[in-house]
């Protein structure tokens, strides 16, 4: 398998555009995260899902960010518009249920800039 | 009462010495506590997990720790060795019947050749 999935790697935009990343799971999974890294904050749950349903966004810093699951091995999350403090790289991780480990695999990361 | 508390924050050490992480949970509901490496540029990656049924769990250099009355749990690593310089987060997972983690705030390890 080749493990999640994340795109674009690297993102440089200006404040106000739109920005969307991209993450497919590792096929059969049926939990998929999206995380927030910063130096000042660490790893921040931003929401996740289950069989493609969200599941818990409590974490999604404000309705400037968005996140969507059609189908089994695609998610995006969305910030629009994008503002210089949402710097920072994002994690997707997914994660099947039920195995004898709780183990979250993530991604290689996004690591998005907004000037 | 969903915190993971984890110091220090940063760590030096001497090739060959040993390396202890230690974080505290307050839910006593979680069962289960993995180690997760990360290297620069990379995402993290699983390195060593425990279930609160047992006290100790060790995986060649790398040893968990876990007292159950105290909720606390440790990550040992023995013969540390340059390569193993990266940040460690902890975390605990499993209250409520649910797959989410709650972090710790990482350890920024360095070894020293």
């Known amino acids: 398998d080749a493990g999640v999935i994340q795109s674009p790697r690297h993102e440089v935009t200006e404040m106000g555009q739109e920005v969307t990343l991209r993450c497919k799971p590792i096929?059969?999974?049926?939990?998929l995260f999206w995380y927030r890294q910063t130096m000042m904050r660490g790893l921040e749950l931003l929401i996740y899902f289950n069989n493609n349903v969200p599941i818990d966004d409590s974490g999604m810093p404000e309705d400037r960010f968005s996140a969507k699951m059609p189908n089994a091995s695609f998610s995006t999350l969305k910030i629009q518009p994008s503002e210089p403090r949402d710097s920072a790289v994002y994690f997707c991780a997914s994660i099947l249920s039920g195995s004898s480990y709780n183990e979250q695999f993530f991604g290689p990361g996004t690591r998005l800039t907004v000037l | 009462q969903q915190q993971v508390k984890q110091s220090p924050q940063s760590l030096i050490v001497q090739k060959g010495g040993i390396s202890i992480i230690n974080c505290a949970y307050e839910?006593?509901?979680?069962?289960?506590f993995p180690w997760y490496q990360q290297f620069p540029g990379k995402g993290p990656a699983l390195l060593i997990a425990i279930r609160p049924d047992v006290s100790e769990k060790k995986e060649g250099r790398f040893t968990i720790s876990f007292n159950k009355s105290a909720k606390q749990f440790s990550l040992h690593i023995m013969d540390s060795q340059p390569g193993d310089s990266a940040t460690y987060f902890c975390?605990?997972?499993?209250?409520?019947?649910?797959?989410?983690?709650?972090f710790g705030t990482g350890t920024r390890l360095k070894v020293l050749a």
């Open positions: 839910n006593t509901a979680f069962d289960y």
């Open positions: 975390a605990a997972s499993g209250a409520s019947g649910t797959y989410k983690y709650i």
């Open positions: 096929s059969g999974h049926d939990y």
